[in-house]
């Protein structure tokens, strides 16, 4: 019995040994050299089980995981970490915002991007070359690496196809040698084109540290959520500021269009992205649904083709591809070699509906953008369901993701700079996570580019959203008389115009903006109104400072007023009835147009009195208070300085800025040839009209101005809203606006 005792006892001190050894209770030495790297780990944080070293800082783990994978093999892990483990795309797989990026470097000096001096002898694509220009040229952009929250590679990076002509070699040594570097963190790499034959990985060939992507083609396996950001593949063509409208404009809505789904591309007869293209030919029926493909690319295609390719090649040189994609209500976007595919922005831009098929492709902007309002998510193994899907598609249906698709073409993808804007605006968004955009802003009119959220997170203080939300602008509004001429009698022009904009019924106070060299005037020399009227001393005296978001503004509507303009109360009403109606445009009295001269070729500006107008002045019109913060914050500078040292301009530019916006044209009210003749008598010499260089100079502005915005957003209109009744044979005391009548 006692020797049954000392066997059992010896057995469980036997078993008890061998499961400390197992669950590391006792450590081996496995070399007399020293401690081992397990011993290592034990003496700075170590626990078993736990999977990433326990350091006090939150951004090392992501940073030195890479460097310790081989050394924690015999873990046992997951077979989908075991994945990521092996994965060779980038180290800082797992880097998320909150743990790859340092927020205090935004604190200081805000959202700021610095971007590297190109160094002597690298090429770069002109892609690439677009990219940076897009970035200086930006209100982000800042030559002090001191002052930057982001940094950008003056390497280019765009294309690491070992294949391609425009490969960078040596990217690896030349990034790790960069002293900002600092690992990758807060720097933002953009990539168009990675792997390269047979494979297409998107294995950058260098290490891209805790850096972030902004990456084409890039799979949701390998998409880092708010933390990468996917980008459209776009050509070498793309234009970089911008950019062309969408085709839906010349359409009558709701639209008809000869083809039902369409595509026109190459055939891949053998290797990654095959399948789906040799699969179109079953759906195509040459009627409504036309799929074609061609094995006619590379050097020695007929080697390869099969029985498939003479019939292919023929059927594909029978349709031109241009007259299929304008005529066709949906476009098929396979995945090509890579998940994305220039099909992509084609579709977009001729406002064909994209049907999606790249299964694992993490869509353009998905983190602001809903897809589904635009596109249709297709399935590479459910090719055959297509046509009877979007076949069952409703017109109203099919007439709103057309719409939508050209919302988004021209507000983030028609140019260069605005997939780069919307790329930084993403990433500030994160950073100010207090101020980001509303899921309806970045997807409805005009687009998170213009929908600073600096300015309010409210949707009720911008100009866009009234009809949205069910609400009104305020109901009154506040006048801005620019003054420039010094007071010296009670009878100038100026005088008469505050005592008449005070009697209207919506005015809630008037602001004189004294831009005069001489000293204010005192209080008692303004005349007595029922309304407050304040005067602010203009900001350096500069004619953009009639433009500034004052916080004394507390309506809705501006009232802007040059100091000899010539209204009477009556029209100062009905002008502010009309906006109530268009708070997103410019509403007023003096209209202009644009011209393009063929001879010169280059824009012109009249003040001729024709059947079209382009511009109101805004020496005497109604706009929202939201449009002089845009154009003090959006605008560059240079163009503020042209506009300050001529002292003209200014109203010009915020035409171009209101327009761009909008796509709109602005609204003239009740025809006032009085105010032409009223200007053009003025005999001060401070009058910009006594000006001779005046006209010249506007000439000059508004080809600046285009330049700048990459294309000429200015709208013609034809519309000019009178007073119901006006002019009309009808007694003068069933007229509201009875005074216009006698101007």
């Known amino acids: 019995m006692q020797a049954k005792k000392r066997y059992l006892t010896l057995f469980s001190a036997g078993a008890c040994l061998i499961l400390l050894f197992c669950f590391g209770g006792i450590q081996v030495p496995l070399s007399r050299r020293g401690p081992s790297r397990r011993d290592d780990r034990s003496l700075t944080g170590y626990h078993p089980g736990a999977r990433w070293r326990r350091f006090p800082g939150s951004l090392q783990p992501f940073s030195s995981w890479e460097q310790d994978r081989s050394d924690d093999h015999n873990e046992h892990i997951s077979p989908r970490q075991k994945r990521d483990a092996n994965s060779g795309v980038y180290t800082g797989k797992r880097c998320r915002m909150d743990s790859c990026f340092d927020f205090s470097l935004c604190e200081r000096n805000g959202f700021k991007v610095y971007v590297y001096p190109q160094q002597k002898g690298e090429k770069m694509s002109e892609s690439y070359q677009n990219i940076l220009s897009s970035i200086e040229g930006s209100r982000f952009y800042t030559p002090d690496p001191g002052q930057a929250c982001l940094f950008v590679l003056s390497l280019d990076t765009l294309d690491r196809d070992q294949l391609s002509p425009q490969y960078v070699h040596n990217l690896k ?292 959203y009234y009809a949205k939300l069910g609400i009104k602008p305020y109901p009154k509004f506040t006048a801005i008389i620019h003054v420039v001429t010094p007071l010296v009698s009670q009878s100038q022009p100026v005088m008469k115009l505050l005592v008449a904009v005070a009697k209207s019924q919506y005015c809630a106070q008037v602001i004189v903006l004294w831009n005069c060299d001489k000293p204010l005037p005192a209080k008692h020399r303004w005349p007595p109104t029922s309304v407050p009227v304040i005067v602010i001393e203009g900001e350096s005296k500069v004619i953009s400072s009639r433009f500034l978001p004052y916080d004394t503004i507390p309506t809705d509507a501006v009232l802007s007023l040059d100091e000899d303009t010539v209204l009477s109360t009556t029209e100062v009403d009905f002008a502010f009835t009309v906006w109530q109606s268009f708070p997103d445009r410019i509403v007023g009295y003096p209209a202009r147009s644009h011209f393009w001269d063929s001879n010169k070729e280059r824009w012109g500006y009249t003040s001729k009195w024709t059947n079209d107008y382009s511009m109101v002045l805004t020496g005497a019109a109604i706009y929202h208070k939201y449009y002089h913060y845009l154009y003090t914050t959006y605008l560059p500078a240079s163009l ?61 502005c508004m080809n600046k101005f285009a330049s700048w915005f990459g294309t000429m957003p200015l709208v013609h209109s034809q519309m000019r809203l009178d007073p119901v009744l006006f002019k009309d044979q009808v007694s003068i005391l069933r007229k509201k606006y009875r005074d216009i009548e006698r101007l």
Request: aromatic content about 12%; overall charge positive.
């Open 173 to 464: 040594a030349k990034i790790q040698s960069l002293p900002l570097w600092n690992g990758g963190k807060n720097h933002i790499i953009f990539n168009l084109y990675s792997g390269t034959w047979p494979d297409y990985t998107e294995d950058l060939g260098f290490d891209i540290g805790l850096a972030m992507l902004a990456k084409a083609s890039i799979s949701t396996e390998n998409f880092r959520p708010n933390f990468d950001v996917s980008i459209p593949l776009f050509s070498k063509d793309h234009p970089r500021t911008g950019g062309e409208r969408g085709y839906l404009k010349h359409n009558t809505i709701p639209p008809y269009r000869k083809y039902m789904l369409v595509f026109k591309g190459k055939r891949y007869l053998t290797g990654i992205g095959s399948d789906t293209r040799n699969a179109l030919y079953h759906v195509h029926n040459s009627e409504d649904v036309v799929l074609l493909t061609t094995c006619k690319h590379g050097k020695d295609w007929q080697k390869h083709k099969d029985t498939r390719c003479d019939r292919d090649n023929a059927e594909y040189d029978k349709y031109d591809y241009r007259e299929m994609l304008y005529n066709s209500t949906f476009c098929l976007v396979p995945r090509g070699r890579r998940l994305g595919s220039f099909r992509f922005l084609e579709a977009l831009q001729a406002a064909c509906v994209p049907v999606m098929l790249s299964n694992g492709w993490e869509l353009p902007f998905s983190e602001i953008i809903d897809w589904n309002t635009a596109a249709v998510i297709g399935d590479e193994r459910l090719l055959l369901q297509i046509p009877s899907t979007v076949r069952s598609i409703h017109q109203d249906k099919i007439l709103s993701l057309r719409q939508q698709t050209q919302f988004l073409w021209e507000a983030y993808f028609n140019s260069v700079e605005k997939i780069v804007l919307t790329t930084l605006e993403i990433i500030q968004d994160r950073v100010l996570q207090q101020t980001s955009r509303s899921n309806l802003m970045w997807n409805s009119l005009p687009g998170g580019l213009f929908t600073l959220p600096q300015y309010s997170t409210y949707l009720g203080e911008f100009p866009f």
């Open 640 to 700: 503020k300085t042209m506009v300050d040292q001529m002292s003209n301009c200014e109203d010009i530019l915020m035409n171009f800025l209101v327009s761009s916006v909008s796509k709109l044209p602005p609204i003239k009210v009740t025809q006032k040839k009085q105010y032409k003749e009223t200007m053009m008598g003025q005999s001060s010499r401070a009058s910009r009209w006594a000006d001779p260089d005046h006209f010249a100079q506007r000439q000059t």
